[in-house]
Every structure is written in C-alpha cells, then in structure tokens.
C-alpha cells in the first residue's frame, strides 16, 4: 500500500524530535451501499477513503495527526505535526528496520463484493422488500440496505513492525413498519459477516425481509411491558450484547487504568457464576469482529477474559500493554485513519452452559423472556447498564405466552454477572453490531446461549 | 451568493468545475468541505493525546432522468473527484425514476448575515489550547475532596467549511467554528465511583470558560454519590434543560418530511392540531446565531431559515429538504442535513423551546414529590421514533416537598413521546444550548412510570 522507504523515512520524521515510538496506520477504503425505501430503489452510493494517521508516543504523551495526502510530502507535514506533542529536545534521526508480520486470516473471501455488478446488489433488496410485504397486508413500509466495504490496512512502526490486512464486510439489513388500530410498530433483522458476496448463495435475503415483518407484526399486538424487578430469560444468540455492556466495556484496560471500571483490581476473583466463561474472540470466521490484524498491528488472539466465573484478563491495546510490560491481546482499534486506537472489544460471547434452555423457561413461574435485543448502553464507573428489547414475550407459569412492546432493560453488571443461575447448551451468535466509545465506531459481535438472570429491572409501563 | 474571501475561492471553484460538467439532460451537484480540528485530551497532568487533524472531501450527486445516483471522495484530489462524478453517472443508473427526484434551485430567500467564523481561533496557538486542557484538569480535581481523578479532561475545536455547486445554479460557499471544554469526573467515596461530564460551549476561545466545566462536571458526579435504586412508582419528572434538549431532538426527527412521506411519522397527520399542552412552543432556527447549529446555507445550498414545528402545543408543520418539500407539494425549509459521505437526509438544525416562566429552582420547589432526570442511557435501543414507545436509563435526585432530595441510580422512566408532550404541565424560562445546537428548558412532567425496585 506504501512503499517501504517512504514508510521508513516516515517514521524516522516522526521521531526527529525525539519520541519512544512512531507509528504509521495507512488505511484504504472502498465502500459500496445500496437503499431501497417506500418500494423504489432510492440511490447507490460508491466511497472512498483514503489515509494515513501518524502517531508519536513520548512517555504518557502521544501525538497524532492524519492525512489523506499520502505523497512523500503530505506523509512528512503530518508526521511533523504528529511529532509536535513529542519536543523533548533529544530525538535525532533513527534508523527502522522493519520486519514484515504476517497474521493468517479468519476466513478466505470467495467473491469480493466489488467483482459483483450493481444490479445484482439492488435486486437483493427488491427481493427482502417483497418478502417483507408478502408477510402481511398490516406491513405498511419496507426499508431495505446493502452495505458492502473493503478495507485494506497497514501498520508500521518504529519496533519495526510491519503488517497488513485485507477487511471485507457485507450487510443486509431491513427494517419493516406494520400499521394496526394500536398504531405503527418496527421490525428490524440484519445479516452481516466478514465475507463477500457467497454470503447471498448461503443466507436467503427473503428470510430476513420476512423475519423484521413478523418482528412488526408481532407487536402491532403487542402488550405494554412490566414495569419493575423481575427474572429475565435472554434467548440464544439475541442476547449478547448484555454481556457487551455488563461487563465487556469494564474490561477495556484503558478504563481500568483511569479508575472508571467497576471490575479494576479484581483479576483472581470470582465475579461471575461458575458457569459462564466470557472469551472475546477476534478470530471468530466471518463474525462481524473478526479481523487478522487489529488497528495496532497486532495479530488478533481469542483472549479469555472470564473463566467459570473467576476474572481472568482484561483487554488490552499497545499502549495499556506498553505501560504495563505485558503483551497485547488484539483488542487495539479505530474507526479510521483519522482515529486514534483505544481499547475495544472485537467478538464476545459467553460459551455454553450444562443447563437445557426449555428447563430454564419452564422454572420460571413469571417473567420475561427476550428472544432479541437491540443496543446498550453502560456507565462503567459505577457498571449500570441498559440495554433495548425488541422481541420480548411475558413468561406466566414457565410458558412464553403474549408478545410485549419495545423497552429498555436496566441492571449493574458485577451484580447480573454474579446472579445469573442459569446457562444454556444452546449458544448462537447474534446479530452484526456496532460498537460506540468515545465517538467511534467499530463493528462487533456477540453471542451468547438461552440464559437467566433472576432480577433485572424492565423498564416498562404496566 | 455570498462574497468569498480571497484564498477561499477553491472549495467553490472545485464544487463548480464539476456542476459545470453537466451533460444535456443531466444534473449534477457537487458538495465540497474541509475542515480542521485539534483536540488535547490531559490526564494526571499530562498531555494523554494532541490530535491535528485536517479532513476534506466532496460528494457528487447526479439525478438522470429522474433517477438518482451519489459518491464521495475523502479528498480533493482532482483525479479522484472525477472518478467520483463517474461513478455517481453509473449508480444512477440503478436508481429507479422518481418524477420528485432532483437537484435544489435557488428559491429567492436571502441568507441572513451571521457571524459563525471565530476569527480569533485560528491563531490561538497549540500551546495555549494545550494549557485549557490541563487547566480544566486541575480545576476539577481541586474542588472537592471526593473528585481525586478525571477519566479525561478535553479541549476540542473544529473550523469548517463547505461549498456547494449545482447545475441548476445554487453556487454558495460558508465556512463556521466551535469550540469546548469537556470533562468527565470521577468521584469516589466509600468504594462506590461515580461519573458524570461537564462543559463549557462556544466559537472563540475565549468563549469557553474552565470553571464553568469544572463546577459542572464536579457537581453531577458527587450528587450521585450515595445514589440507591428506587422503589417502582409513578412520579413526576422534572427535566434539566439538557434532558428537555435530548427529548426534543427525538421528538424533531419525528417532524421530519421523510419520515411523513414515508408512513413513518406518527404526527403525520396531525398538522393543525394540539400534539403537545399549550404551554409548549418549539421552533427550528438555525439563523439564531446563539445555536452552534446556526448555519448559513442548508446541504442543498438553499438558506437556512426560521421553522416553527409547535406553537403553543399546535402542531405547525414539517421539515423538508428539495425532495420532500418537492413530493409533500410544500417546499424546501432549508432542512437538508449532510456530510460529504452521504445524500441529503432531511434533520433539524437548532431545535429550541420558547422560554416559559420560572426559573429551575422554582419548578422544582412547585413539585412536590419527583424526581429530577439528570442523566438519561439507552435512547437509541429504548425509544422507537415510529411507535413513539419510550422507555430510557435515569439517573437523578428525588423531589421530596419541592426540595432536592437522595439521589437514585439503576431505574427507569416509560412512556410514549405523545404522551409526554401532552402532560407538560410546565415549561422553564432557563434556555441553555447544548454542544448539539440544541435548545432547551426545565419541563415539568407529571404521572410517568419509574421503574425501579
């Protein structure tokens, strides 16, 4: 993507001023994406981003700019501009050897999205748009989005490390709308993996036109939820996102350090029930997380964060790791060139449990059940967290019976974490998802088995 | 057209090179923008982070027979911006024919003079913005015995500006700035940490105010201190000004034309009507140069203007971008949002509540038992803008007999947005803006589920 001697002097510009490290993050984006809504195909839009971010670190000190002006000269304003955090005075001219790292892929890619013709994308949502309308005279509206993207990226630095990957994404997603004598409900159901185009000859985009009508039509009858304390049964694969923010935030070494985590200074200790096992997997084929190589260059390792219950690890960027002699575990990312790197999680999940998940219904006299949630969101201080249901059923004497309308969920990590009695056998990944902190974005997964816990709060009205 | 500064030709002088490639029976438009940005990010009493950042772009729209096609370029690179003309030429291809679909023609409103250009900021040097960072974080570990530490203490502005050239002969170029003091603190007693931010907004540099985000951020993170979960029950909610601005954001997209058009909106129907208690009026202008979402010119290039959405709880009407306003059979309101990565969506640019009477503290002397919403979580998975449902994470402090009384964590409050607009029974005359351009007021909200133990 650059050439290795402009890398080079790059970087020895970056330190000229003195710095304990340089590093160039090069990234190349092409993106493609494509918007049916009220019946017509609205527009396709092509993108390109193209750049580079520069980065000096001298002691606590880092300095960052970026650039999409990749010319000998654009790269040596930026590092210069970088280097300004870094006047310490000493520096001088330093020599990088660089050592080519190479990481092997999560997955192959067999059809690159940009080897597809337009109208092949656009058919995909004439096809989820009319699957979603056939669902049900009640489906008043159909929104249906292609993304596709691929983003090449390069890391260098003044260790000497050099590496690169090649970062495909495809994504369908639709959201339906049903219209009744209670008023307009949503449905929504998205597919997303690391891989190209195959991912259309292995999923059938009807099924998810017909999956976010039934989603909407399903709560058109919907009751009001409850409001107050009560168990919750998290449905497989739909509930990942709880452990995002009941404890997955809370693990990011970068907020440990700063005393902003409920769960710094508790390695060792059980915080969970025996049963669960958190991992966070950059790994993961073709999960919306994976990746060969985060953001830092480093190469992406399935890190287990809690094991039966007891905290093993946190997460851990380049300069958390740096700062504490330890190594990196994969979790260093951005959104873009023009981002610096932080703490984030890629794909985490709890494993699955001895517990068999129509048991785990049955002894539940009264309750909800979540069969998907939408987002969360945690205050990592003190580990509240909420979280969005968007397909919630009522539990009376251990059946699921009446559909419930949309609320949040709220309840404190360390205390979910430590109560939940009881895991399921039957894990599944969830939905594609996107991460948010600090005003960056970077896509994620999860997944988790049917699971219990015996008192969160549901933010309802009845 | 507005006169551009010399040296400030090329973003327009681009934008125009490639309208001005229109082909019979072809129009093209051509949004270009460029922005710069420094942002210090202090910690235990060094520099965590010194960003320098410069961004540009164009997004190039071309609608064909009626059918629409887009693509932008993360630079200005000549070669690249024509690469995106083409490639906007061929989606467009794949867009299907919509008789609405077209590009914005000057409309006759004139834009109003604002002055949205710090003109002080871009000299400031970096060494003086690197010592408001620092500054905001001793100032905020230095108030209070329980605030030891910060998560982070920020100093952030950002310059910008934006041409857009189309075809059919909207050529306007503007450029505007902000600045602000941001810091998240962390105050601990007896084992237990809370966090809570505070700012300080403005254009200039010398706008922005250290104890102002010190006093701010100091004051929301030790009220929590001792915060327990309270007991399921219906209050009455009083809202800060900025959980007023949050509320009426959500409610602002739900005015939207698109949405209207779209089956989306359950206001859609409802112009004419009460939506809201009386006492309620709400306008969208971004020609009040109090919003840092004041601006001169719309995504399109058309004028921003004054739109008022509810007055006196009636419902006014809609917000509308060319497209809208063109299949609404109204006309633009100047409401075409974008970046360069994207087409013009339709949003409100500085949405504000007209004052009522009665300062903060007496709305919540007037109540008698609540509770004060001071933080909200979760708005994006907890409140549907189709359904209207309503259910969000609070924080805040209880009302007991008018007075602030204990504080509570870990609960919820749920509704429905027509609901809560409706049962205002009062509106605050304490305006703030927010970073967002937002304007808001304390609202008084009787009768709301709190979830909690």
């Known amino acids: 993507m650059l050439d290795h001697d402009l890398i080079r002097e790059t970087l020895a510009a970056a330190l000229r001023t003195g710095g304990d490290m340089a590093e160039i993050f090069v990234e190349d984006k092409a993106s493609s994406n494509a918007v049916l809504d009220d019946g017509k195909v609205e527009h396709l839009t092509s993108g390109r981003d193209r750049g580079a971010g520069i980065r000096v670190i001298v002691g606590d000190t880092t300095g960052f700019a970026h650039t999409a002006d990749l010319s000998r000269a654009g790269l040596a304003e930026a590092a210069e501009a970088a280097a300004a955090a870094a006047r310490t005075g000493g520096g001088g001219v330093r020599e990088v050897a660089l050592t080519r790292v190479e990481a092997p892929r999560p997955n192959e890619i067999a059809v690159l999205p940009e080897s597809v013709g337009k109208g092949e994308k656009v058919d995909l949502l004439r096809r989820a748009d009319a699957s979603a309308r056939a669902a049900g005279a009640a489906i008043s509206q159909v929104t249906a989005r292609y993304g596709d993207s691929r983003r090449r990226i390069l890391v260098a630095n003044s260790d000497g ?64 939820a409850p409001s107050g304390t009560m168990p919750v049964v998290i449905g497989p694969g739909g509930g990942g996102v709880l452990f995002h923010e009941a404890c997955g935030h809370g693990l990011e070494a970068d907020l440990v350090a700063k005393g902003a985590s409920v769960f710094a200074g508790r390695i060792g200790e059980r915080v969970a029930d025996p049963r669960i096992t958190l991992v966070d997997d950059g790994t993961m084929a073709e999960e919306w997380g994976a990746i060969a190589v985060d953001d830092e260059g480093s190469v992406a390792q399935r890190n287990v964060l809690i094991e039966d219950g007891i905290l093993t690890d946190y997460m851990w960027d380049l300069l958390r790791s740096r700062k504490e002699g330890r190594a990196r575990s994969g ?22 449990g001895p517990d068999d998940p129509d048991d785990i219904i049955a002894s539940t006299p009264k309750g909800v059940y979540v069969a998907h949630l939408g987002g969360g969101q945690v205050n990592t201080a003190t580990g509240d967290f909420v979280f969005g249901m968007t397909e919630a059923y009522l539990i009376e004497d251990g059946r699921i019976t009446e559909p419930i309308r949309e609320g949040n969920l709220i309840g404190n990590g360390p205390a979910v974490l430590g109560s939940i009695d009881a895991v399921g056998g039957d894990f599944a990944m969830g939905s594609p998802g996107m991460c948010g902190k600090d005003g960056q974005g970077v896509p994620v997964g999860d997944g988790v088995p049917t699971l219990r816990v015996p008192a969160l709060t549901v933010g309802g009205t009845a | ?356 009477t009665g300062t903060h503290e007496e709305l919540v002397a007037g109540v008698g038992t609540g509770l004060l919403v001071t933080s909200m979580a979760g708005l994006h998975s907890g409140v549907n803008p189709v359904s209207g449902d309503f259910s969000v994470g609070v924080e805040g402090l209880m009302v007991r007999d008018g007075a602030l009384a204990e504080p509570i964590r870990e609960a919820t409050i749920a509704s429905t947005l027509q609901r809560l607009l409706l049962d205002i029974s009062a509106v605050g005359a304490d305006l703030e803006w927010l970073p967002d351009g937002t304007g808001g007021v304390t609202l008084v909200i009787p009768d709301v589920a709190l979830s909690g133990q």
Do not use: C
């Open chain 1, 331 to 352: 979790n260093g990312r951005r959104q873009s060139y023009k981002h610096l790197p932080m703490v984030r999680m890629t794909n985490t999940y709890v494993l699955a």
């Open chain 2, 1 to 356: 057209m507005p006169p551009a500064e010399p040296g400030d030709r090329d973003l327009l002088d681009l934008a125009v090179r490639v309208a001005d490639q229109a082909r019979p029976g072809e129009q093209v438009e051509a949004f270009v923008a460029r922005s710069t940005s420094t942002t210090v990010r202090a910690y235990a009493g060094e520099v965590e982070s010194l960003t320098q950042a410069s961004s540009s772009g164009v997004g190039v729209r071309v609608v064909v027979d009626h059918r629409e096609g887009f693509a932008y370029a993360g630079t200005l690179e000549e070669q690249v911006v024509q690469e995106a003309l083409e490639e906007a030429r061929d989606n467009a291809r794949f867009g299907e024919p919509d008789e609405f679909n077209g590009l914005a023609e000057p409309d006759g409103v004139e834009p109003l003079p604002l002055d949205l250009w710090p003109k002080g900021l871009p000299d400031v040097p970096t060494a003086e913005k690197v010592s408001l960072a620092l500054d905001l974080e001793r100032a905020t570990t230095r108030r209070d015995p329980r605030v030891k530490g910060v998560r982070v203490a920020m100093y952030s502005d950002g310059l910008g500006e934006a041409a857009v050239a189309t075809s059919t002969g909207i050529r306007v170029w503007d450029r505007s700035g902000t600045s602000y003091l941001m810091v998240q603190a962390l105050a601990t007693q007896d084992g237990e940490t809370q966090i809570a931010g505070g700012l300080s907004v403005g254009r200039e540099l010398t706008d922005l105010s250290v104890d102002e985000a010190a006093d701010d951020a100091v004051l929301r993170s030790t009220r929590l201190l001792g915060s327990t979960k309270p007991p399921t029950q219906r209050v009455t909610l009083v809202l800060e000004p900025r959980m007023t601005a949050t509320i009426l954001g959500l409610v602002g997209g739900m005015l939207n034309g698109d949405a209207v058009l779209k089956g989306r909106s359950p206001f859609g129907d409802r112009v004419g009507e009460a939506i809201a208690a009386p006492l309620l009026t709400f306008v969208d202008d971004p020609t009040d140069a109090r919003s840092l979402g004041a601006d001169t010119y719309d995504g399109e290039g058309l004028a921003r203007r004054r739109n008022a959405l509810v007055s006196d709880g009636v419902l006014q009407g809609f917000l509308q971008n060319t497209y809208t306003g063109r299949r609404s059979g109204t006309a633009s309101t100047g409401s075409a949002a974008r970046g360069v990565s994207s087409t013009p969506a339709v949003s409100a640019a500085a949405l504000a509540v007209a004052p009522g």
């Open chain 1, 161 to 224: 490390l050099l590496t690169e990957d090649d970062q495909v994404r495809t994504l369908l997603s639709v959201m339906a709308v049903a219209s009744g004598d209670t008023g307009m409900q949503t449905g929504y159901q998205s597919l997303g993996r690391t891989v190209g185009f195959e991912l259309f000859d292995r999923y059938d985009v009807e099924d998810l036109g017909r999956e976010a009508a039934e989603r909407a039509l399903l709560k058109l009858a919907a009751r009001p």
